[in-house]
């Protein structure tokens, strides 16, 4: 059972806020609201810089829901007090008695788990609207603690809190808290007698004096107030934080708005996500420009909001439409301001737009794009006459919104130059692939390149060799045939090529004659375009043709040369042509579109998300790690690609996407990276190879999934490194699989599982493991022409791409897979080995029982073993699995693998390890492969002994054999089967006292029968 947490907020201070009693001070406290429960500090009389060190508790009624949460941190003026400086008492404020100095909304989803170090922050306060007074910050420290461990903190008394405290002035003064003036912990059972608790609080030393400019380095003192030492403490408790749930989560996210907005129609179709609101600004181009002459030169726009400023591209025709996204949560102003500037004149504008925010229309899809309008710009001294006009349109909308994926976000500011290209949204439509079949039949009328006697007097080794793009296939070097001369060499041999459309490749093929190491001599060679090759999506065999050969404009003899080759060359289109494992492919349709069959639903996906992502690089001049988080899903040939969150470990993106489901039994992938190409040097620091860095996938199996049921969960992003496996944070995903008809549904569960082709013309499993790479290589190849590109080590990331290499850490957790399968055949044997001793009367009895029945009555056994097999389901159904699988941690042996065996799995292949290293892991295969060759000797050796019984490589053996075979089928011909039957059953089933303890006369004739084992060297 889970443990139950407590959230922690300290609220240690606050400076230069805003004097709201009319005498130029204020009377601040704090209050802190968290799922409706609200807590409040005491007040401080006449204090712009208090100082409080209060420690508010809360309930956390569900931790996996807390990255949806917020805390709402607000301090007011309490009015109730007196305008003396003396204390008064703490009671709680009415609200017509306070008034607002600021607030502060802080995600849940950063606040450290139990056993994490916690260090105080500084928060900026924000406005309510667009017309309040606020300045100042407030100092919080948050976490996260065990509900068990609140009680060694100490009881908190219902009477009261005394405090003393140093105030500015150098005089202390004494502060008294009754009933519910300061609820700084939830109400607990006090026990009786209970003495009085008296806390003291350090005072702060400021750096200087306050005032309203300045922002004094303080809220930080030694103590605090009730805080046990082992919050702060991690190796209290030895292994805490080694202990990582890597278990996944049931999430329950306000999906669509719905908590805010009811009536919004963007739930109808971003339904998975929740709703993120956003102030758009287009900047389309400006007319008439005039700064004290007519402007020739190039031009840009500035939209300003608050601290953010974004910038358009410079133009000499002033020409931008460039769109800009502020997120509402971060916006700090009440107005917009647009400036038109010169390039080489940024410190001064040409003229400029401001709009109000209160007065900024909303734009709700399906709604039509708002106009842009011109506006007249204004200069410096607020004249309109002269300074030109500027189209623009201003909205406030979501992320459904059509200009989302376009626009430049406030949230990227700090990324420039060509890093902004990077960190958009895109979808992508991987190509489609075809397998290209070049069969060489034969050749005729060879000649030689070199002539002399030497070379004249060999027998040559002609081979054909086929080359498409970077991939080189060639033939065997062609036989020897007693009615053909070596100029007639034959082949008949099939070569294929994984090509994509549009085909703009050619193919080349060569013939060549080895006449030495490393020396080919080309005999001649055929090109032809792969656009101009006949298509195919059935098993009829394309038309063989004849193609002349040539050597080449400067080859000897070109103009004579009549040597041809007989080839058949095919697209084959029905095949589905892999370049993922079959295990968890997302798309098992042919190439060729005829061959489709109709979908059977809808996949949506909504991207909500991620928490505690481990940073992956260190920014230069700022400390910590940072992560610039973007996700990667893939279904079937379309990819997508969600924008960039940069610098965050709770990155939010809130995007959704639709696939068209044609198979049930396909798996999505999710992997979340880091974009390396945000910054403009940042390819070529730190490890200048310019890659993505992984964060770690999620796989989803569509088939596990009920139809129409949004599942909302997170999922532990688990990556494997030399070290162990790690988890670099969690993913969370809504997931909808829609059923478009029932009947295709159902049906598509009996279809082959790949395209007839298949399983008429099957490919080699080692040609499917190399057709696979090569598909791999040109969907990685295609997708990095895109903008922004899809590097080649997210391709491969997502298609599994070295799942093939060697790994004792897998082989060891495949065996295991089958070691756990045939676990229930060894059940079935040991419960029949119990029968079988009768230990177990009553047990042994009712079998016995139940095998006469059915010897009598054998039409009931194959429905009673149907029937027991439905029952069984059906009690299995209310243990069914109630969240989608994951990757599991246990299952791929990744908790008990030892270094050496994943520092081999990460060696490349060939190796880059020393010569003692690989020999240690060479013996150790050789100790493993001796086993695995016991075991199969094991096998061979019964499996001889069968064909032993036949062959008379034992005469005695075998005669006895014959004989027993002649007498058992006149018994069995002369006694009933059901007798025989029975009797053998009844003697399997004898009791132990009536069998003996040695082996059956049947068994030690088998194990005498002789094998081949004696044969072996």
């Given amino acids: 059972?889970?443990?139950?947490?407590?959230?922690?907020?300290?609220?240690?201070?606050?400076?230069?806020?805003?004097?709201?009693?009319?005498?130029?001070?204020?009377?601040?406290?704090?209050?802190?609201?968290?799922?409706?429960?609200?807590?409040?500090?005491?007040?401080?009389?006449?204090?712009?810089?208090?100082?409080?060190?209060?420690?508010?508790?809360?309930?956390?009624?569900?931790?996996?829901?807390?990255?949806?949460?917020?805390?709402?941190?607000?301090?007011?003026?309490?009015?109730?007090?007196?305008?003396?400086?003396?204390?008064?008492?703490?009671?709680?404020?009415?609200?017509?008695?306070?008034?607002?100095?600021?607030?502060?909304?802080?995600?849940?989803?950063?606040?450290?788990?139990?056993?994490?170090?916690?260090?105080?922050?500084?928060?900026?306060?924000?406005?309510?609207?667009?017309?309040?007074?606020?300045?100042?910050?407030?100092?919080?420290?948050?976490?996260?603690?065990?509900?068990?461990?609140?009680?060694?903190?100490?009881?908190?008394?219902?009477?009261?809190?005394?405090?003393?405290?140093?105030?500015?002035?150098?005089?202390?003064?004494?502060?008294?808290?009754?009933?519910?003036?300061?609820?700084?912990?939830?109400?607990?059972?006090?026990?009786k007698r209970q003495p009085e608790s008296q806390i003291i609080i350090p005072p702060v030393q400021h750096t200087g004096p306050v005032s309203g400019g300045t922002k004094p380095v303080v809220l930080v003192p030694g103590g605090t107030l009730g805080q046990p030492d082992f919050y702060h403490m991690p190796g209290m408790y030895p292994g805490m934080m080694n202990v990582q749930d890597f278990s996944i989560k049931e999430t329950h996210p306000r999906l669509g708005g719905a908590a805010t907005e009811p009536g919004d129609k963007t739930s109808a179709t971003y339904d998975l996500v929740e709703q993120m609101q956003y102030l758009y600004v287009r900047v389309v181009r400006a007319r008439d420009l005039y700064s004290g002459g007519t402007i020739g030169g190039e031009t840009h726009a500035e939209v300003k909001l608050g601290n953010y400023r974004g910038v358009t591209r410079p133009h000499s025709s002033h020409y931008w439409d460039q769109v800009f996204a502020f997120s509402r949560d971060s916006i700090q102003s009440s107005v917009v301001e647009i400036f038109v500037k010169e390039r080489d004149r940024s410190d001064d504008f040409i003229g400029r737009i401001m709009f109000d925010l209160s007065e900024v229309p909303r734009r709700v899809p399906p709604d039509s794009t708002l106009a842009p309008q011109w506006y007249r710009l204004e200069d410096k001294k607020g004249d309109k006459s002269r300074?030109?006009?500027?189209?623009?349109?201003?909205?406030?909308?979501?992320?459904?919104?059509?200009?989302?994926?376009?626009?430049?976000?406030?949230?990227?500011?700090?990324?420039?130059?060509?890093?902004?290209?990077?960190?958009?949204?895109?979808?992508?439509?991987?190509?489609?692939?075809?397998?290209?079949?070049?069969?060489?039949?034969?050749?005729?009328?060879?000649?030689?390149?070199?002539?002399?006697?030497?070379?004249?007097?060999?027998?040559?080794?002609?081979?054909?060799?086929?080359?498409?793009?970077?991939?080189?296939?060639?033939?065997?070097?062609?036989?020897?045939?007693?009615?053909?001369?070596?100029?007639?060499?034959?082949?008949?041999?099939?070569?294929?090529?994984?090509?994509?459309?549009?085909?703009?490749?050619?193919?080349?093929?060569?013939?060549?004659?080895?006449?030495?190491?490393?020396?080919?001599?080309?005999?001649?060679?055929?090109?032809?375009?792969?656009?101009?090759?006949?298509?195919?999506?059935?098993?009829?065999?394309?038309?063989?043709?004849?193609?002349?050969?040539?050597?080449?404009?400067?080859?000897?003899?070109?103009?004579?040369?009549?040597?041809?080759?007989?080839?058949?060359?095919?697209?084959?289109?029905?095949?589905?042509?892999?370049?993922?494992?079959?295990?968890?492919?997302?798309?098992?349709?042919?190439?060729?579109?005829?061959?489709?069959?109709?979908?059977?639903?809808?996949?949506?996906?909504?991207?909500?998300?991620?928490?505690?992502?481990?940073?992956?690089?260190?920014?230069?001049?700022?400390?910590?790690?940072?992560?610039?988080?973007?996700?990667?899903?893939?279904?079937?040939?379309?990819?997508?690609?969600?924008?960039?969150?940069?610098?965050?470990?709770?990155?939010?993106?809130?995007?959704?996407?639709?696939?068209?489901?044609?198979?049930?039994?396909?798996?999505?992938?999710?992997?979340?990276?880091?974009?390396?190409?945000?910054?403009?040097?940042?390819?070529?620091?730190?490890?200048?190879?310019?890659?993505?860095?992984?964060?770690?996938?999620?796989?989803?199996?569509?088939?596990?999934?009920?139809?129409?049921?949004?599942?909302?969960?997170?999922?532990?992003?688990?990556?494997?490194?030399?070290?162990?496996?790690?988890?670099?944070?969690?993913?969370?995903?809504?997931?909808?699989?829609?059923?478009?008809?029932?009947?295709?549904?159902?049906?598509?569960?009996?279809?082959?599982?790949?395209?007839?082709?298949?399983?008429?013309?099957?490919?080699?499993?080692?040609?499917?493991?190399?057709?696979?790479?090569?598909?791999?290589?040109?969907?990685?190849?295609?997708?990095g022409r895109a903008e922004p590109p899809l590097g080649r080590e997210v391709v491969e990331f997502m298609l599994d791409h070295g799942s093939h290499l060697w790994s004792m850490r897998r082989s060891k957790a495949n065996f295991f897979r089958l070691v756990n399968t045939l676990s229930a055949t060894i059940d079935l044997g040991r419960r029949f080995e119990v029968v079988r001793s009768w230990n177990r009367p009553v047990l042994s009895v009712m079998v016995v029982l139940v095998f006469l029945v059915f010897v009598l009555v054998p039409e009931i056994i194959l429905p009673t073993l149907f029937l027991i097999m439905g029952l069984v389901g059906m009690l299995n159904y209310r243990a069914r699995p109630r969240q989608p699988p994951h990757m599991d941690m246990r299952l791929s042996h990744a908790d008990v693998a030892y270094p050496d065996e994943l520092d081999e799995e990460f060696d490349t292949f060939p190796t880059a390890r020393s010569a003692e290293l690989v020999r240690m892991r060479y013996d150790r295969l050789r100790s493993v492969a001796g086993r695995v060759q016991t075991v199969v000797g094991d096998v061979a050796t019964q499996a001889e002994r069968f064909e032993a019984l036949l062959s008379w490589r034992d005469p005695r053996a075998t005669l006895l054999f014959l004989g027993f075979c002649v007498l058992a089928a006149v018994a069995i011909y002369c006694v009933p089967m059901k007798l025989v039957i029975g009797l053998s059953g009844l003697y399997l089933l004898l009791p132990p006292r009536f069998r003996s303890r040695m082996p059956s006369p049947v068994m030690n004739f088998f194990r005498r029968l002789p094998t081949k084992a004696d044969s072996l060297l």
């Fill in 1 to 191: 059972m889970a443990k139950g947490e407590n959230l922690v907020v300290e609220v240690v201070g606050a400076h230069n806020l805003m004097p709201k009693d009319g005498q130029g001070s204020s009377s601040p406290y704090v209050e802190v609201e968290f799922e409706h429960q609200k807590r409040r500090t005491r007040s401080k009389p006449k204090d712009l810089n208090p100082v409080w060190n209060e420690r508010l508790v809360f309930p956390v009624s569900d931790p996996d829901d807390l990255p949806y949460r917020s805390i709402d941190v607000a301090i007011y003026n309490d009015r109730s007090l007196a305008a003396s400086s003396t204390v008064a008492g703490g009671g709680a404020a009415v609200s017509s008695g306070r008034k607002f100095l600021g607030k502060v909304r802080i995600p849940a989803s950063g606040i450290p788990a139990p056993g994490e170090e916690s260090v105080p922050q500084l928060f900026t306060l924000e406005k309510r609207g667009l017309f309040s007074h606020i300045r100042g910050e407030i100092s919080l420290k948050m976490y996260r603690v065990y509900a068990d461990m609140e009680s060694h903190a100490g009881p908190t008394t219902e009477r009261s809190l005394v405090t003393k405290v140093k105030g500015h002035n150098g005089h202390e003064k004494k502060l008294a808290a009754k009933g519910d003036g300061a609820l700084m912990v939830p109400p607990q059972p006090v026990k």
């Fill in 387 to 783: 300074t030109g006009e500027l189209m623009v349109s201003v909205w406030f909308g979501t992320q459904a919104d059509e200009a989302f994926a376009e626009a430049w976000h406030s949230k990227a500011a700090g990324v420039h130059g060509d890093g902004l290209g990077s960190i958009k949204s895109k979808v992508y439509v991987a190509p489609k692939l075809w397998y290209l079949r070049v069969t060489i039949l034969e050749a005729q009328d060879l000649m030689p390149v070199d002539k002399n006697t030497a070379m004249m007097n060999r027998y040559p080794e002609i081979f054909a060799k086929a080359q498409v793009g970077n991939q080189l296939l060639r033939t065997r070097v062609a036989p020897v045939i007693a009615n053909r001369g070596p100029s007639n060499p034959v082949w008949k041999e099939d070569l294929l090529f994984v090509v994509a459309e549009p085909f703009d490749d050619v193919l080349m093929v060569s013939i060549e004659d080895r006449v030495g190491p490393g020396r080919d001599d080309l005999l001649g060679r055929f090109v032809v375009p792969v656009s101009a090759i006949e298509r195919r999506w059935n098993d009829k065999q394309v038309q063989s043709r004849w193609f002349p050969l040539d050597r080449g404009q400067n080859a000897p003899g070109v103009t004579r040369f009549g040597s041809r080759v007989h080839l058949r060359l095919s697209l084959d289109g029905g095949y589905h042509v892999l370049d993922e494992s079959t295990m968890y492919s997302s798309d098992l349709r042919a190439t060729a579109k005829q061959l489709w069959a109709p979908h059977v639903g809808v996949l949506e996906l909504g991207i909500l998300g991620a928490s505690g992502l481990m940073p992956m690089k260190v920014r230069d001049g700022k400390g910590g790690g940072a992560t610039d988080a973007y996700c990667v899903a893939k279904y079937g040939q379309k990819w997508i690609r969600t924008r960039t969150v940069v610098e965050s470990l709770n990155p939010r993106w809130n995007e959704q996407y639709t696939w068209e489901v044609y198979d049930p039994c396909t798996v999505i992938t999710i992997g979340v990276f880091d974009n390396c190409h945000v910054e403009k040097n940042q390819a070529t620091n730190g490890s200048g190879s310019g890659r993505d860095s992984r964060v770690g996938k999620v796989r989803v199996r569509l088939s596990t999934l009920e139809s129409d049921r949004v599942y909302t969960h997170s999922y532990p992003l688990l990556m494997l490194h030399p070290s162990g496996v790690k988890k670099m944070g969690e993913l969370h995903l809504a997931v909808r699989f829609s059923c478009a008809n029932m009947g295709n549904m159902l049906h598509a569960y009996v279809r082959p599982l790949l395209p007839k082709l298949h399983y008429v013309e099957p490919l080699l499993v080692r040609q499917v493991e190399h057709l696979r790479y090569q598909a791999t290589n040109v969907v990685a190849a295609r997708l």
